[in-house]
């Protein structure tokens, strides 16, 4: 742990720094989570810094302020990757050879305030004593001393992740640096109250989807779904593994790759608030999918399936179909189905929502040709359905 104080018009506050959660107080980081942010959660951040921590290091900041009050909670998320995975077929071949040129090909440490593998604000928090533009000042003051940190592990690359339309604060970022960005929207589906179940929520579609949806139904039937327990999981690793790296494969852009046995430690930490389903065909393993129950919404981060049975059993539809069933059931009236797939998920009645990032490097002059970079890299266009009545 390091302790700093912090300067300019932010000086009432200083900040501890921690290299592991379990040399945090859980009282005291989740005392600070009034929102009850799961990702922001000392349990979600245990299992995940467990999952994670041979490809990742970590950095966890407590701001407090000038009465000693832990008033804020951060969380960065450190790895390494090369420019040719930061490029990946998404810029144009002369552009791509000048940023090559730039950083060749030793690796990038880029330091990710927020969650790589979830869309939203999952990169801190606050009390009601420090509003949100005070801690992003905070953040850009610690941001910077980190840029200065004479230890080798010192980012050159940050990147803020990531902001719902609503966020009015964008400027301060870039007031100091920070460029900002889009990459692929959010589908996210809306459930009226009165949705209740499926059967409800289809009869306000129009004929032709009602009619895909029980088509993918009557295509899926011989496929019987059961809910993992952590061992469970465990036993099934390798296969998950498989299909999970089969459908990452597929992904037109994806910067990080989950180590599977993260799934173990989600469900042995988070319990029920991990939903891991595993599809079963006959006697076979063909399919899993992963989602996180908040209070306010369900986020459907993961699934693997064997791609052979995409088709014949329509199994990625299924998948999508039961994250809305699950919501339901549990009466929870927004579903986040992520980036991929926008036009199949807009036929479930998903609506897209952008996403602004932001990004700075060390050096001024990189960030100007890391902004052309990233103006590259989305959003990408498809074709938007709409299957409701009316």
């Known amino acids: 742990m390091s302790n700093t104080h912090l300067s300019t018009d932010v000086a009432k506050f200083r900040y501890d720094v921690f290299y592991s959660i379990d040399a945090i107080d859980p009282d005291v980081w989740d005392g600070v989570n009034n929102t009850s942010n799961n990702y922001l959660s000392f349990s979600f951040l245990s299992a995940f810094e467990k999952g994670m921590k041979a490809s990742m290091s970590f950095r966890y900041l407590i701001f407090y302020n000038f009465d000693n009050q832990a008033v804020s909670t951060v969380v960065f998320q450190q790895f390494s990757t090369r420019t040719s995975d930061l490029l990946q077929n998404k810029v144009a071949s002369f552009l791509a050879e000048k940023i090559k040129s730039t950083f060749s090909e030793k690796p990038l440490q880029i330091l990710v305030c927020g969650n790589l593998f979830a869309s939203g604000e999952n990169g801190f928090t606050h009390t009601q004593l420090v509003s949100k533009k005070t801690v992003l000042s905070l953040i850009n003051t610690a941001v910077s001393e980190n840029f200065s940190d004479p230890k080798k592990s010192a980012p050159s690359f ?49 004929t032709k989807y009602r009619s895909r949806f029980t088509h993918v139904y009557q295509k899926s039937a011989a496929v019987r779904k059961f809910d993992f327990s952590a061992e469970q999981i465990r036993k099934q690793l390798p296969k998950i593994e498989k299909m999970y790296a089969e459908v990452i494969s597929r992904v037109d852009y994806n910067l990080g790759v989950l180590d599977t ?49 995409k088709n014949s059993h329509k199994l990625y539809q299924r998948m999508l179909l039961d994250f809305l069933e ?13 980036r991929t797939a926008e036009t199949i998920k807009s036929s479930l009645g998903a609506i897209p929502v952008p996403m602004k990032l932001y990004a700075r490097h060390r050096s001024e002059t990189v960030s100007k040709l890391m902004r052309v970079l990233f103006a590259s890299l989305g959003p990408s266009t498809f074709e938007l359905r709409n299957p409701f009545k009316n």
């Open 158 to 206: 940050v990147l803020i992740k990531e902001f719902w339309p609503s966020f009015s604060d964008g400027n301060l970022l870039k007031e100091n640096l920070f460029f900002e960005f889009e990459i692929d929207v959010n589908m996210v589906v809306h459930f009226a109250e009165n949705y209740k179940n499926m059967a409800a929520y289809m009869e306000t579609m129009n």
């Open 326 to 338: 699950l919501a339901l059931h549990k009466n929870i009236r927004e579903v986040r189905l992520g």
């Open 261 to 309: 046995q993260t799934f173990v430690y989600l469900k042995k930490y988070l319990g029920d608030n991990f939903v891991f389903v595993g599809y079963y065909l006959e006697d076979e393993f063909v399919g899993f999918s992963a989602a996180f129950l908040f209070d306010a919404y369900l986020d459907a981060n993961f699934i693997g399936f064997e791609n052979r049975y």
